[in-house]
Structures are given as structure tokens and as C-alpha cells.
């Protein structure tokens, strides 16, 4: 079977991409710096529970399932370790059973990046931060490929977020152009709303410069926010799932609307809620990767996927929230506060995102029902929620 190596293993989607490929039969190494874990024990905010070590997951995972999960520890915008990732040299294991895997990966899945719009807008500094450690990263795994090993494919994370909401359609990545009589065929305009979202366009505009000029194969996945946390393979054990934040700068809305419900707070609607956004079940963005993984980008090729399964507004999100917190007995509020970004509130989204239902991909649709099981999850953890991590009004 092939060789997966995860960067950003430890993350929200990293560590369940990992058990994932692992359960297939994957040989799976994931890398990680802990960046996610140290912001938020830094930043004091909302873990709806706390979480083992990437090192002791990979052995809990081991001990339940008979398969390896290699795991380094180590800062990716280091050039020596992305490039130790393809050589081997100096490569040092945080826990691994056997040898080193031979060979370079023949997939790397990258997510090792600062994630989150609120944080690279807190003030100049953590704007600096990511747009160095992102681009950074992307970087030095484009060398790394370039230098060391030409046939491997990279999936990378993108977001919906880089097209921003312009009046047209959007499409799948690229758009054919007649300009005065001659055609062409462009990246899609992008229009980012943050500054994480800008270095998220700067990425993909590395990558792709990397295909034109060294004939890079690459998959760039224009994911929408994600929610959900349990996976096929995090019920084996309770101690496999994955991160949970319900704060205002890594929880994601659907997730941070549930336990707002739970405890009592108003739903924080920003502005008028019309705002619409793609969304996807976290069950989903594993199959998508997984197809993406089994349909490579050839030489010379930017594939790019538009990663949503259906779009909401963020009052229908904060709607259905209610309606389940109704049905389990909370008396669920929603507050149309103002709005803290620069965004707009009612506009026209029409996003294409027909290539992943191409592929195959079995999506899970957000209901009453599927969010009654997420409720059901954040009510056994309810005493663990700090109310004053919900909201800490960070503007732009
Ligand atoms: N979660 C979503 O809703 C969503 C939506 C669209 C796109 N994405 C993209 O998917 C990717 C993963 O997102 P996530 O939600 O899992 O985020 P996450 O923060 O949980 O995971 C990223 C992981 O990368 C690690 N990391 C960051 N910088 C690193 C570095 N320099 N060296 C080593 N490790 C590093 C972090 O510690 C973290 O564990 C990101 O690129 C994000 O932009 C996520």
C-alpha cells in the first residue's frame, strides 16, 4: 500500500485523516508541531475536552486497531525537516514500530497551517505569523518535492473563503476569459476576507507556479467549514477524537452554535445572518481527501475542488440549532449582535461544486438529526464549557 505522509497530523481534520488511511491499509506518518494545541492553552480558549498526546494517540490506535501510525514532532516552516520527511536523513520518530518507511511518500496531505480568520486579525503579530508560517510550510514542501521527489502528489487544504462571495457563480478553481476577441483560461478571481484566507490564495498560487515551471502534480481542496467530530474510526476509542473548540477563534459555527445552545448563551448572530457559506460533515472532507488521494493531479496539473456538500445562512444554521436544542428540552435563544468583520450580509452564492459528486463522494447532510448527535456529545462534556470563551469580540 502506499505511503500518506499527514502534515498538521495532530489538527481538527489531520488526526482523523490519519486513523482513516491507517484503517485502508496506508502507511501513515503524521507531523505536527502542536502549534493548535499550545495557541489555545496560550490564548486560554474553549477545549471542549482535553485531548492525549499525538504520540499516545498513535498508540492507543496501535493497541486497538494492530496498525502504525508513525508520528514526528517538528516545525515544518524548518526546511531540514520537510526535506528529512522525503530523505530520511536525520529523521527522528516521536514513536514509530519498525524501520523507516522506504522510499518518499507517494501522497503527502497537507494541513499544517494557521486555520483560523479571527486569529491573523488579532493584531500585527499573529497576522505576521501566519502569513509566514503558512507560506513558509507550503514552501518548503513545494522544494522538498521539487528537489527530492518530482512524482509525489500533494493535496492541499484550501478554503471556499479565498473566492470571497463575488456577484457570479463560482466556479471549480478556473474560469475560461474573453478578453477583446482572444481566450483563456485563469485561476478563478479570489477576493479573500482576512488575512488567513489571503495566505490560503498566496498558497495556492505557489503551488501552482510550482506545476507550470517544475511539473508539479497538485490537488488544491476549496473546503467550506467543516463540523463534526465523530468518524468511523474515532468510535473505537473515546480517547481517539478529535480537537473541539467552541470559541470565537478555532471553534467553527456549527460546532460553537451547539454549545452556545447547550449553556444558555445566544446564539451570536453577526449582523443581519444572511450571510451564506458551503459546509461540510468532517465524515466528508475524509472521503474527499480519500478520492482526491485515489485520483491524482498529473504532471504539470492543478486540480482544484470546490469541498462543500450544500450551503446555509448562517440564521438557517442558528434555525436548525434551535429547533434541536428544542427537541432535547434547552430553550435555545439566537442574538443578531454587530457584525465584528467586514463582510456582506445578504448577497448572491452560487457556488459549482459538482467534481467531489463526480468522484463518488456519499455526502452527510446537516439535519435536526445528525446535529441532535453533535448536541448529544456537547451536553456530556457541558461542564467544561467557559462561557467567557464564546465570545471575545475581535473586530476587523
Ligand atoms: N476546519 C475547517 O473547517 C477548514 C475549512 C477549510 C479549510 N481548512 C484547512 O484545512 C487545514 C486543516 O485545518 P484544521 O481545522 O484541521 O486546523 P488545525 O489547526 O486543527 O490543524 C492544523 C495542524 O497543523 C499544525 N501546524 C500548524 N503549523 C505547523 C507547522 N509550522 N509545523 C507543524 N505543524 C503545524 C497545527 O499544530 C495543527 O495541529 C488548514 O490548512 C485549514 O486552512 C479547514
Known sequence: MSHVLILGGDGYLGWPTAMYFSARGYKVTVVDNYFRRHVCDELDVGMLYSLPTLVERAKIWYEKTGHEIKVVIGDLTDPELMRSLFTGDKLRYQWSIGERFSGSPETVIH????PSAPYSLMNYKTANFTLSNNLIVTN?????????SRDTHIIKLGTMGEYGTPNIDIEEG???????GREDKFLFPRQSGSIYHTSKIMDTDLLWFGCRVWNLKVTDLMQGPVYGVETEESKIDSRLKTIFNYDELFGTIVNRFIAQA???YPLTVYGKGGQTRGYLNIKDTLQCV??????PAKPKELKIYNQIMETFTVNELAKLTEQAGQDLGYNVTIKNIENPRVELE???YNPSYKGMQELGVKPHYLTKDSMIEMFKLVIEHKHQIKEEAIFRGIKW
Open 174 to 180: 478556473w474560469i475560461d476569459i474573453k478578453h477583446k
Open 346 to 348: 445578504e448577497h448572491y
Open 262 to 264: 447547550v449553556i444558555g
Open 111 to 114: 494541513y499544517a497551517e494557521q
Open 140 to 148: 518548503n514542501l513545494m522544494f522538498a518535492v521539487k528537489d527530492l
Open 290 to 295: 480519500h478520492l482526491a488521494e485515489k485520483n
